[in-house]
């Protein structure tokens, strides 16, 4: 179970490239078409098109909570507390970080996007106490 939690840690930087490579492109587009000029973003991001704001923001939100996951699966692996429960966890938080990102860049539902990212919270925090408890236990 060592490389256990390499995968839920892929997905989530495979999400995060891929919000990064559309924000890109989307961001392009608005430069190559003069729809934004260089000078309008120079200072804020405020004169992104919406579509592009929306995706951006979703990206922007993978540099946050997720640091905390990286760390954890870093010191679970290197600590060799790679338990069951951290697995499930990790795939867990996982899949709701990929759903607060669907969430944010298609509907943009407020209270979806909360509940998913509350989810997703939870269970990083539960995450952290088992790895915490199972650091000190053994």
């Not at 060592?2 to 490579?21: C, E, K, N, R």
């Not at 309008?40 to 996951?69: K, T």
Request: hydrophobic share 60%.
């Amino acid at each position: 179970m060592s490389d256990a939690l390499f995968y839920p840690v892929l997905m989530q930087v495979g999400l995060t490239l891929a919000l990064a490579i559309a924000t890109g492109l989307m961001r392009f587009r608005a430069i190559a078409s003069g729809q934004v000029k260089p000078g309008d973003i120079a200072l804020g991001q405020g004169a992104w098109p919406r579509r592009a704001q929306q995706v951006s923001n979703a990206y922007q939100n993978q540099m946050e909570a997720p640091v905390l996951f990286y760390a954890g699966a870093l010191f679970a692996t290197v600590l060799g507390v790679t338990s069951t429960a951290l697995v499930v966890l990790a795939w867990v938080w996982a899949v709701s970080r990929l759903l607060h990102a669907f969430i944010h860049v298609t509907s943009n539902h407020l209270r979806l996007r909360f509940m998913a990212f509350a989810a997703g919270m939870l269970c990083l925090m539960a995450f952290w106490i088992v790895l915490v408890v199972g650091v000190v236990t053994q």
